[in-house]
Each structure stands twice: as C-alpha cells, then as structure tokens.
C-alpha cells in the first residue's frame, strides 16, 4: 500500500524550518520526520506509520523506547544526570565490569567512556601511539570510522568526507578491504581473498612504503558497514592477527556498527575466533543515548591520569540506558538476532532468485547486506535503482538506508520479530519491483 502525499503537511512545515537553522551538512535521506516510536514501529508527525529496517542506523538495538530502558533512565534522571568523570559513580563502573566480562579476549579489559563512536575511535588512535611508542597505521578502503580529525584520516567510504579538510592525520596509509565480491588483489593457489589483502599487506605496504617498526596499529571494521555492509572471508582476521604478532602491531577492532550483540554474537570479530587487543564500541551500546567505550586489553591501557579525558564520559544516563540495553540483549535479544538474521537471509536468496537486479546478499545475525547491480556478470554497481528502492520503500511504509555504492542495509532493532521481517521484505520486494520497471 502507497502512503498519500509524503510527507505530509507537518513534515514539510518542520523541514523548512530545519533548512533554516541546521547545518547543511547532514546528508538527509528521505524526508521522514519522527514523531515516536515503539520497538521496531515508527510514526511521522503527520501519523504516517512506518517499519523500521535501519534502527537510527543500527542504533536502536533494543527497539525504540524499549519500557526497562526507558525506566533505568528514568530511575537515573531523578538521582542525578551528570557528575564529571573527575569524580566516580556505580553505574559507570558496573558497565566497565560488564565490558570487561563480554570483551572478546581472555585478557581483563578497561575502558574508557566516549560520547560517540568516533571519539572512541580518536580514543584508540590516541591510545595506540601512547602505548606502542610508534605514530604510524593502517586502515581500510571503504571505511568509516567518523569525521572527527583523526577518525575521518582511516574514513575512506567516499572523498567527500575528506574534501575541503586537508591537512588530515599525518600517518594512514589504507589497505585494500578484503571483499569476497569484488576482490581488487590477485589471489595465490590456496588463499581466500583475506589472506591475500594480508599478503599484500605485508609485501606491499610494510617492506615497501611503511617500516614494519613505525606502525602502531591496525584499525578496521570488523564487518565494513557505510563500505557496503561486507563481510570478510574467514581467512582474514587469523592471517591479520599473525602480521600483528610478528611485527608488534595492535589490532584494533572498529565494532561500532556491528558490535553489540547485531551479528548474533556480542562482537562480530567472535564469528573469526581472534582475540584483538582494543574495540571501540557505540550506536547500539546504549539504544540511543550517546555513548561509545574504547575497550582494550588491560596490558595496553596504560596511560597516565590526565593524559586523556573528557567531560561527559560514564554519562549516568548513558550508563543506565546501557546497562539495561545489555542485559535485554544478554537475554533474548542476541539470539533473536542470529535466528531472525538466518530467516531474513534465506527470505532474501529467494528474492534475489526473483530478482537478477540483486548481485550479492549477505552478512551476518540481523547486519545484511543487499548488493545491486546492473548485471551479474560485469557487477557494474546499480546506484539509481538502490536509492529507487530506499525512496520507494519509504512510500510504503518501510524506512531504509543505502551504503557502499549500490547496497541497501538491512540493520533493524535486534528485537524484530519474524512476522515484521516478512512484513517488512514483502514491502522490499514490491519497492523493488517497482524501481525495476522504473528503472527500465
Ligand atoms: C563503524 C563506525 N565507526 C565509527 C562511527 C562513528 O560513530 P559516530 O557517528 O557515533 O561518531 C560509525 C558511524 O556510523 C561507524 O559506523
């Protein structure tokens, strides 16, 4: 069914007026404009209902306003909303010991609070200097990791987010991201397509550009998101983590996006069996509330008071909505997010055999990624007909966000039922449909 007139009057009132007084820099989408929302169920101010396929980009993990976040936030507000983080209280510590029990390495864990996730990416940039002495990094193409200076350096999604802010960080030097789809590195008899990024890690990047001893880390996103949602071959991360022990190098984990329970697991690098030596967290750590943590091993967070901090960090109304969005996690939501992931990506296979429009479906738990192209076998990326289906899906009723060239991401709370997965990819399948014959 077709929603009338999107958007409606209220909608179109309120979005002028934002033109008028917001930075233009926000890259909108559609024009959706929120009046609330109830798990996996949003309404517009004009009382448009729609579903929610991209959770405030993969944020919501417990759905919207979930009622035990809400009371814990609600508990903390009466108690107090802010001390500094010169000072201590309980609910910031209980989510360290909890941080420290989930981490994915045996080592024990400390973290540091952020108010987002590329200040918590800064946080391991910052970190990994001071710990290792050395300046110098690796990161990926296609990656995001956020715009704050040091963060936007290792962003390489696309060259606007560079454009018009050079001089960047000094010392990034970017890697090819192993896509099983769209491998750019030849690959040896015997090795998947990470094995070989890592190859030509090692040949190319650290014998021949970057000395080996002047590298402090290497940041990636466990499961690239804004890239294109691609989920890397098995080979990869062991091969990563043996370059990393032979040359001292950290590996550091960018679990922003798909951390947090998405992937059916708390963290999306526990599906390669590494253990790597820091993460960085945020989006759906909290259901919404700002918050990120840079979570490393105990041996490797080892600064100094005061030689980094901030104001906001251990939040207490972060850390309550925390609390109480792990634990819902801890207790169904995970699960529900490996089963009702599996059954979207069989439900998915059976539109792409309906569909010669989608190249490539995958992912793992409820973090996938739907690939559009104008043909399989050139692969040549469907950018047009990706933001048809995003616009035409909003016309019905179903909120979706693109990322990579020409994917839509399937990202929604962790508590999405299967009967609002079939809703919801009945509707995909009639946007698609429709953009197809547009498209002709
Ligand atoms: C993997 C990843 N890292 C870092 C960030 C930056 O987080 P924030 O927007 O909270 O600063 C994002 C945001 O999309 C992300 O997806």
Known sequence: MIIPNLPGP???????????????????????????????????????????????????????????????????????????????????????????????????????????????VETAIKLARYHTKRSNFIGFTGAFH?????????????????????????????APFPNPYRPVIYRRKGEDDGEAVVRYMENEILNQILPPKDVAGILVETIQGEGGYIVPPDGFYPALRKLCDKYGILMILDEVQCGMGRTGKWWAIEHFGVEPDMITSAKGIASGLPLGACIARKSVMDWAAGTHGNTYGGNPLSCAASLATIDLIENGFMQNAAEVGAYAMDALEEIKARHPSIGDVRGKGLMIGVEFVKDRETKEPASELTERVVELGY??????????????????PLSMSKSEMDEGLKIFEDALTAAEKVNK
């Open 395 to 412: 016309e019905r009723g179903l909120l979706m966000l693109s990322c990579g060239k020409s994917v839509i991401r399937i990202a929604p």
């Open 10 to 120: 209220k909608a179109k009132a309120m979005i002028e007026r934002d033109g008028k007084v917001i930075s233009p820099s926000y890259p909108r989408g559609y024009p959706f404009v929120m009046d609330h929302g109830k798990g996996s169920e949003v309404w517009d101010v004009d009382g448009n209902r729609f579903l929610d396929f991209m959770g405030g980009i993969a944020v919501v993990s417990t759905g919207y306003s979930h009622p035990k976040v809400v009371k814990a936030v609600q508990e903390q507000a009466e108690k107090f909303l802010h001390i500094s983080s010169d000072f201590y209280h309980e609910g910031w510590i209980k989510l360290a010991e909890k941080l420290d029990e989930i981490a994915p390495f045996k080592e024990d864990a400390l973290s540091f609070m952020t108010n987002s996730g590329t200040e918590a």
């Open 146 to 174: 956020g715009r704050t200076m040091g963060a936007v350096t290792f962003t390489a999604s696309k060259a606007k987010y560079h454009g018009g802010f050079y001089p960047l960080m000094n010392g990034v030097t970017h």
